[in-house]
């Protein structure tokens, strides 16, 4: 789990992301079990407002470089601004507000 | 010829070119396997350069491309991206007219 924790938390300090998931999927690969070699990452950052594609994968890239140097061996990349979230999926729903549980006072 | 030249020289002489893993009949990687699947789509010539064969070329374009992985799909001397960029923009219907256009900017040429 250590690259993918490693991958996950520089993506967090630099894109500050809306959403963001990260999946290991070197099993569907031709690899040892328990490989970290082969990820997907879906990564939902403002900061990705009014960049191209191939400019947004750069700026990932550019984070995991060291990664992408030594451990990982590939890396699926799906980069979405906040809107673009929302109209692709309507944003995953919320979740609803503490009504006080047990500590609920009743009058 | 150096490497690099060589790499400069198919990027300035095919305006349409794929670095992939294996052909397009016979991708040996699933994301150059999408990747020559959406650009066959577009029914149009393209080139394609196969990175198992050619090692030094593997070695070398990522750093000249700035960008780290296989495929990558170069068009009139560009890189427009890897595997999920030629996919996304396949499906948001921006790869076809972009490879059209450039057919037919090249006319003479195998694209």
């Known amino acids: 789990m250590n690259i993918q924790i490693n991958i996950e938390s520089k993506l967090i300090e ?94 | 010829m150096e490497t690099i030249d060589k790499i400069k020289q198919q990027i300035a002489e095919n305006h349409i070119l794929l670095y992939m893993k294996g052909s397009p009949k016979l991708p040996s990687c699933g994301f150059s396997a999408q990747a020559s699947q959406a650009l066959m789509s577009c029914g149009e010539q393209f080139a394609f350069v196969d990175i198992l064969q050619n090692p030094d070329i593997r070695a070398e374009l990522p750093a000249y491309a700035d960008w780290p992985t296989f495929p990558q799909l170069w068009v009139d ?26 057919a037919e900017k090249y006319p003479q040429e195998d694209a």
């Not at chain 1, 290991?24 to 990820?39: C, D, I, K, L, R």
């Not at chain 2, 427009?80 to 790869?95: A, K, S």
Request: aromatic share 6%.
């Open chain 1, 14 to 107: 630099h894109f500050d992301p809306a959403h963001l998931e990260v999946i290991n999927e070197s099993f569907q690969h031709n690899v040892p079990a328990g490989a970290e070699t082969h990820f997907k990452v879906v990564l939902v950052t403002p900061k990705f407002d009014g960049k191209r594609l191939i400019n947004r994968h750069r700026a990932v890239n550019a984070v995991l470089k060291e990664e992408l140097a030594e451990q990982i061996h590939a890396l699926a990349l799906h980069t979405y601004t906040d809107i673009e979230w929302e109209g692709l999926y309507g944003g995953a729903p919320s979740s609803p507000a503490c009504r006080g549980g047990s500590k609920r006072k009743v009058s």
């Open chain 2, 77 to 102: 001397g560009e890189l427009v991206g890897g595997c999920d960029i030629i996919l996304e923009m396949f499906q948001q219907g921006e790869l076809q007219p972009l490879i059209k256009e450039t």
